[in-house]
């Protein structure tokens, strides 16, 4: 009788479009969805005002892959997000490179900022501001 030993095994396990993420430590952990395009609904750390976000981790086990696109989105529009760029916030992989090198802040819950990761970082393509 075969059997799988922990070593052969790799457990396939994704995330729901509502998962909410908690900002620690300026990141968040994501766990990449079937499909590679996540819908991340953030939250300030400890329900603060405004949070800053310096990275976008993958789970443990996992990995993003080039081409995932990431939709981030505040989930209080009194609960501001600013995405920083990779100069601001020195990180060195699963940063993001904004348009210009400059923080993109949400200011509503209708506010969406579009990613693409290109195997080191996340480029934000667009950022959506509409109230």
Known sequence: EASISAVGYRQEAYGTYDDVYTIASGAVEVLPTKSRVFYINVDTEAAAASDDL??????????????????????????????????????????????????????????????????????????????
């Open 54 to 131: 310096d990275r976008m981790l993958p789970y443990a086990n996992v990995a993003f892959k080039e081409g995932d696109a990431a939709y981030i989105k505040t989930v209080s529009g009194a609960r501001n997000i600013v995405v920083r760029d990779v100069a601001t916030s020195g990180a060195a992989s699963n940063g993001f490179q904004t348009p210009g090198g400059t923080d993109v802040t949400t200011t509503s819950v209708n506010n969406i900022i579009h990613c693409v990761y290109t195997g080191l970082h996340w480029t934000v393509a667009t950022a959506q501001t509409t109230t």
